[in-house]
């Protein structure tokens, strides 16, 4: 059985992967497999809709030993609204990010402004997740990247327009969970604006001639470290940006 049978057959209630599992891969040999692993998604009926970005700040790089970040495959079945059940999860964790809703290609050479006028930004919660056991901060590098850079779920708020580079770099999440807040963070540790982060993907994606495509949606990279995803009713602020009610049970 391959690692690509291993990674499609995993799932939280009855089989994950060892951590200790060996992928003797290149980083650009990772992500060709991950491409390898979404095109059959796909074929079964969950498409690509977009990407996240992980390891934005050096904070998270420090703990997989990553010098820039890594990026996955967001597909159909990550997106969820209004509650998702604790049960259908592996090991959850939950993160605070911009959401980029894609109005227009985005090209290798597009400055950030110009990226900035081809999106509408969101608020957005992501809940990475991994096939692989006891997997954070334990997994290698080429572990992530096989693993469509541990793509959970995401959660998208209502996109707003008009705003600008240096009101992005500054805003500010507050992450409330039954009403106590747990964590609070800045856009500002997103590669020091999260569009920067939109940027870095671009051009990473260009190296195997993909692109960021109209329709899209981007998940830019977390505000906080991330903290263990549990049952309860979440709410995160984004000042100046909107509010997120999130259930898990």
């Known amino acids: ?88 999860l592996s090991e959850p964790l939950i993160e605070v990010e911009l959401m980029f809703i894609v109005d227009q290609d985005i090209k290798v050479e ?13 608020p957005g919660i992501e809940i990475p997740d991994s096939r692989f056991e006891d997997w954070f901060p334990n997994l290698t590098l080429h572990q ?18 008009g705003l600008t580079i240096n009101s992005l770099k500054s805003i500010k999440a507050d992450v409330r969970l039954n009403h ?11 590669l020091g604006n999260p569009v920067n982060a939109v940027k870095w993907l671009c051009q990473e994606l260009s190296k195997t001639e993909q692109c960021i495509q109209k329709g899209m949606i981007i998940s830019s990279g977390t505000f906080i470290m991330p903290k263990r995803l549990e049952r309860g009713s979440y709410q995160v602020n984004f000042v100046g940006l909107g509010e997120i009610q999130f259930e898990v049970y």
């Open 1 to 88: 059985m391959t690692l690509i049978d291993e990674l499609r057959r995993a799932n939280p209630n009855e089989k994950k992967l060892n951590k200790n599992e060996s992928i003797q891969q290149t980083i650009e040999e990772a992500y060709s497999f991950q491409m390898h692993l979404v095109e059959e998604e796909s074929q079964n009926g969950n498409p690509l809709i977009g990407y996240k970005i992980s390891l934005t700040s050096q904070e998270t790089q420090k703990l997989f030993g990553a010098r820039e970040p890594l990026y996955g495959a967001l597909t159909k079945d990550s997106l969820v609204s209004g509650g998702l059940p604790l049960d259908e």
């Open 110 to 122: 597009d400055d950030e402004i110009t990226i900035l006028n081809k999106t509408r930004v969101a």
């Open 144 to 161: 992530i990247i096989c693993d469509r850079a541990v793509a959970g779920k995401v959660v998208v708020g209502e996109p707003v327009s």
């Open 180 to 190: 106590e807040t747990i964590a609070t963070g800045y856009s500002s540790e997103v």
